[in-house]
């Protein structure tokens, strides 16, 4: 279910670490203080991260109650989570994917050759 993605309107990941034994009153609490969403929007997962990377946190609120989801990977692998901290950002479908299957959110390719001006 997690790893799918199925049953979520929106995925918003909270980038900066956060105690991971909090429950839902408590990462609800911490969503609406560092950054003023509200965590009873119906069918959207915020993702949290602890001090290790091999686990992450979710709560999601289904119209008559939360649900607190915790993810913990097999051994030897762990969530590329973003590097800044301070921040919360919607995930797109592929970008989750991506996230619960141990890749980076964020693009690897580097452009090799400059962009061409094709004005002239």
Request: hydrophobic share 35%; net charge positive; glycine share 10%.
């Amino acid at each position: 279910m997690l790893r799918d993605g199925v049953g979520f309107s929106k995925v918003i990941i909270c980038c900066s670490r956060v105690d991971l034994r909090k429950g839902i009153d408590g990462l609800s609490t911490y969503i609406l203080l560092n950054y003023g969403l509200n965590t009873l929007e119906k069918g959207t997962l915020f993702l949290f991260r602890g001090a290790k990377t091999d686990r992450c946190r979710g709560l999601i609120f289904e119209g008559d109650g939360y649900v607190v989801l915790t993810k913990r990977l097999a051994p030897g692998n762990h969530f590329q989570w973003p590097k800044t901290a301070d921040e919360a950002r919607q995930l797109t479908p592929d970008q989750f994917k991506r996230l619960m299957e141990g890749f980076t959110i964020e693009g690897t390719i580097r452009e090799v050759f400059p962009k061409l001006n094709c004005e002239n």
